[in-house]
T-cell receptor, first 115, second 110 residues
Framework: NAGVMQNPRHLVRRRGQEARLRCSPM?????VYWYRQLPEEGLKFMVY????????ESGMPKERFSAEFPKEGPSILRIQQVVRGDSAAYFC?????????????FGPGTRLTVT | RKEVEQDPGPFNVPEGATVAFNCTYS??????FFWYRQDCRKEPKLLMS???SGNEDGRFTAQLNRASQYISLLIRDSKLSDSATYLC???????????FGKGTSLLVTP
């Protein structure tokens, strides 16, 4: 039973480029959460999605960041025109429909480096 | 004030020692509390949930004091493999998002 999968595991982008981070939830999980961990900081909630719906994006920066979870395929976190301050580890978690805070399983993360 | 605060450490202890970590949270309405473990550059993994009555899992004991908004984790008989960062986690007002502390670093030495 594969866990939460994220790719790429490491991503290097130059300032101004776009970054696309992908997350495939665990089998049977239809809820996806994205968190960001800046260097020397705790994880911060960014967005909560269900299939084809953004439920809560209150933790997302207002500009340049977007997320989707289409009917088919992985959830994608997209960062446009990346800046150095976007360098961080981005973790995705998934849960079954009734899981909420009690059953969030984290993927291995994508480490984004902006040069 | 940060929503979840922890002493960052590091805590350096010898094998076999007992070590305790503390955490405070700011939202008195919080209902769910957890300790996660994060190894270097890896994803956080749930260590244990924390209940009002306190709970134990092997060498690990967690306590919650709602009046003081304080959570603790006690590790007995430390092993080298316990070396990691321990994250105090509390649910957000939304009920589904998790609020993480910065973590407390533990290094267990031979």
């Amino acid at each position: 039973n594969a866990g939460v999968m994220q790719n790429p595991r490491h991503l290097v982008r130059r300032r101004g480029q776009e970054a696309r981070l992908r997350c495939s939830p665990m089998k049977g999980h239809s809820h996806v959460y994205w968190y960001r961990q800046l260097p020397e900081e705790g994880l911060k909630f960014m967005v909560y999605l269900q299939k084809e719906n953004i439920i809560d994006e209150s933790g997302m920066p207002k500009e340049r960041f977007s997320a989707e979870f289409p009917k088919e395929g992985p959830s994608i976190l997209r960062i446009q025109q990346v800046v150095r301050g976007d360098s961080a580890a981005y973790f995705c978690a998934s849960s079954p429909p009734a899981g909420g805070v009690y059953e969030q399983y984290f993927g291995p993360g994508t480490r984004l480096t902006v040069t | 004030r940060k929503e979840v605060e922890q002493d960052p450490g590091p805590f350096n202890v010898p094998e076999g020692a007992t070590v305790a970590f503390n955490c405070t949270y700011s939202n008195s309405a919080s209902q769910s509390f957890f300790w996660y473990r994060q190894d270097c550059r890896k994803e956080p993994k749930l260590l244990m949930s924390v209940y009002s009555s306190g709970n134990e899992d092997g060498r690990f004991t967690a306590q919650l004091n709602r009046a003081s908004q304080y959570i603790s984790l006690l590790i007995r008989d430390s092993k080298l493999s316990d070396s990691a960062t321990y994250l105090c986690v509390v649910n957000s007002n939304s009920g589904y998002a998790l609020n993480f502390g910065k973590g407390t670093s533990l290094l267990v030495t031979p």
